[in-house]
């Protein structure tokens, strides 16, 4: 069973900074997809940003430039740093992993941003 823990969220003004966390069970090369999705009232969950096993990254068009995906592999976690944030970023955000044997997938919890304008 994969266990996701994931840390950063809070309220922050427009324009400030948030870094979340995300801390994985197992190793990280058990994964080949890590990332990040969100999801605001009355809205579909989105992808924001992906990170795959080889590095390669991904990311929703309106956070280009603004947020940046990153991971740690001694530690299996995969981190969104996020600068610049709107009261559109307002959402609560979900740690998403897949696993490479089988290709299942997992949720964190969800962290809640606020951004105030």
């Known amino acids: 069973q994969v266990r996701l823990v994931e840390s950063g969220g809070g309220l922050v003004q427009a324009g400030g900074s948030l870094r979340l966390s995300c801390a994985a069970s197992?190793?990280?090369?058990?994964?080949?997809?890590m990332g990040w999705y969100r999801q605001a009232p009355g809205k579909q969950r989105e992808l924001v940003a992906i990170?795959?096993?080889?590095?390669?990254?991904n990311y929703e068009d309106s956070v280009k430039g603004r947020f940046i995906i990153s991971r740690d592999n001694a530690k299996t976690t995969v981190y969104l740093q996020m600068n610049s944030l709107k009261p559109e970023d307002a959402a609560v955000y979900y740690c998403?992993?897949?696993?490479?044997?089988?290709?299942?997938?997992?949720w964190g919890q969800g962290t809640q941003v606020t951004v105030s304008s």
């Open positions: 998403y992993v897949r696993k490479e044997l089988g290709l299942m997938e997992y």
């Open positions: 197992g190793s990280i090369f058990s994964y080949n997809r």
């Open positions: 990170i795959t096993r080889g590095g390669s990254t």
